[in-house]
């Protein structure tokens, strides 16, 4: 029976509650078949040679020192309790610090928290339990995702604050660009998943802005999302909203929800991430732990340590959900840059960006764990030449790599702190062109076209071969944005540049979109949650559980 409190706003008690049942049932009755591993996955397969630059044993040398780390430095629990005595149950050793440290350069910093230290063994029965693939489920079940293997995914840029336009420059983000980059991310094959914090819609009052940008996901694309992390009380929201589209069997079955957990190196973890990865791996939802770590300041300046500090602080947090769930759903995640040592400021498509990227693809194969990197990263703060060539410094190696979920493949800009709709659109160029090179080199008897020799003689030409007509519209790849014209053709169309092509491109698309169907018994549902959840947040009132 559904509380009065959670009912459309005037509608008449009984009359409301019988048809929100009536169509809950109805919805139930017709819902797609979630629960169903083969619907209709459309992860992009990675057919090409793998790139690597660790050997097995500097594999080795790596996980080994991630132990060490994790044995004998350990990960610090910072405000959550609970967490830490989790895994004091489960074995490892934990005790309390509480201490102030000195640097060298006599500055101070407090160290206060339950510091956790595990040895190998304990650690890898866990990571052991964690699924090497797994399918996360879209509203449209032809959109659904396998995640792991030989697969990739594309999402949109996460967390900007700004926006950035060639009509407006830069500015605060809000809802309704949040919405524009859903509408986006709906009207492209190129993304694969819709993504999470598209933008930070600074219009809207924090403690409420999940539900807005949960509703935006749902309702204007049809593709995966991501859940809120920004408090317990989101990530249990979250679920919710995925029980009411998906229903609460389906996503235990199949994860509806993939969560981003940041670790906040080095060698820490919150009580704001840790309590939101209880919700989703309590829920069988997914997690995504990735360490951010940039180079010189919040990890030692060379490689190597580096990567085995991301190595042992992504483990830790895998480690986790599967002590809260074994067999979550989890990826091992990687954001690593490297810091500029002149300015500070952090540096992306680097040589050593690009070697860490590699290496951490090959850390999480070994574990037989899906892996997050890369993306289409620039420290510039409009798509220009710099933009381009940073994007596919870090970009192309991400390819080459099988990230499996590449998070930030359309729109980053200034180092993350710009969504960018001209960018976006330019990115989606490239990953649809890496859709088409992760194809690899067909080899069928039609590929050779022995028909088209016995066509043409020596000498000839193909263009008006029966072969050459049967690929006529499949043979290449057809670019979106970029502008393959002479010089003559380009200046009489305008001469526009690459900026002004993605303007028009964008805008192009927004006009064009048309939002997704979605079952009125859904909405319904959906926007009274969503209401009953409003009046407790600016009431400030205990979150009370959505009964179905």
């Known amino acids: 029976m559904v509380k009065l409190a959670y009912l459309p706003k005037g509608a008449p008690p009984m009359v409301a509650e019988d048809r929100l049942a009536r169509r809950r049932e109805r919805r139930e009755n017709r819902r797609p078949g979630h629960a169903d591993k083969a619907s209709g996955v459309k992860s992009l397969r990675h057919n ?35 967490a830490a005595e989790t895994f004091k149950q489960n074995g ?14 006599g500055d101070t910093v407090q160290v206060i928290g339950h510091l956790v230290q ?49 009509d407006f420059g830069r500015r605060q983000a809000k809802l309704e660009d949040f919405q524009n980059f859903a509408r986006l991310a709906h009207m492209t094959d190129a993304l694969q998943h819709g993504g999470g914090t598209l933008v930070e ?35 249990r929201d979250t679920v919710t909203m995925a029980e009411i589209v998906f229903g609460k069997d389906a996503i235990r079955q199949n994860p509806a929800v993939l969560s981003l957990i940041n670790a906040s190196s080095p060698l820490r973890f919150d009580d704001r991430m840790f309590s939101a990865l209880e919700v989703y791996a309590k829920a069988n939802q997914a ?49 690593l840059a490297n810091i500029d040592m002149r300015s500070g400021a952090p540096c992306f498509g680097t040589p050593e960006n690009t070697l860490a990227l590699y290496a951490g693809a090959q850390m999480a194969r070994h574990y037989n764990l899906p892996y997050r990197s890369g993306g289409n990263f620039t420290a510039s703060r409009i798509p220009d030449a710099q933009a381009g060539y940073e994007s596919a410094a870090t970009f192309i190696p991400t390819v080459q790599a099988n990230v499996n979920f590449v998070l930030h493949a359309a729109g980053w800009l200034e180092g993350g702190l710009i969504a960018g709709y001209e ?43 029966t072969h050459t007509m049967r690929h006529y519209d499949t043979a290449f790849y057809s670019h979106k944005v970029f502008n393959m014209d002479n010089y003559e053709k380009w200046e009489v169309e305008g001469g526009a540049d690459t900026y002004k092509r993605g303007n028009a491109l964008y805008k192009k698309m927004l006009k064009e979109y048309e939002p997704p169907a979605l079952d009125p018994a859904i909405r319904e549902e959906l926007e009274a949650f969503v209401a009953h959840r409003r009046v407790e947040l600016k009431e400030r009132k205990p979150r009370t559980e959505w009964k179905r």
Not at 63 to 82: C, E, F, N, Q, W
Not at 306 to 316: H, K, P, R, V
């Open 201 to 235: 819609p600074n219009d809207v009052e924090l403690r409420e802005r999940h539900l807005d940008m949960l509703m935006a996901h749902i309702t204007l694309h049809d593709k995966c999302f991501m859940g809120s992390v920004t408090h317990m009380d989101n990530a």
């Open 48 to 82: 090409l040679p793998l790139t690597t630059v660790l050997s097995e044993e500097g594999v080795q040398m790596i996980h080994a020192a991630s132990m060490r780390l994790l044995k004998d430095t350990g990960i610090l629990i910072v405000d959550y309790p609970s």
């Open 423 to 465: 960018k976006f659109v330019l990115d989606l160029e490239m990953c649809a062109m890496a859709a088409r090179m992760v194809n690899g080199v067909g080899l069928s008897e039609e590929e050779f076209a022995w028909d088209a020799y016995a066509e043409i003689p020596p000498g000839g030409h193909f263009l008006g071969a």
């Open 118 to 166: 595990m040895d190998e063994d304990l650690l890898m029965n866990f990571i052991r339990q964690a699924p090497s693939t797994f399918t996360q489920l879209a509203r449209n079940p032809n959109n659904s995702l396998e995640i792991g293997g030989r697969n990739i995914v594309f999402a949109p840029v996460y967390g900007p604050p700004f926006v950035g336009g060639l």
């Open 287 to 335: 997690v995504l732990v990735t360490p951010f770590l940039i180079a010189g300041a919040m990890s030692p300046t060379t490689m190597a340590a580096t990567l085995a500090q991301q190595n042992a602080e992504a483990l830790f947090g895998i480690c986790y959900a599967q002590m809260l769930n074994p067999g979550t759903p989890c990826i091992y995640g990687s954001f």
């Open 92 to 105: 490892a050793k934990v005790e309390w610090v509480e201490k102030e440290v000195t640097y060298p350069n």
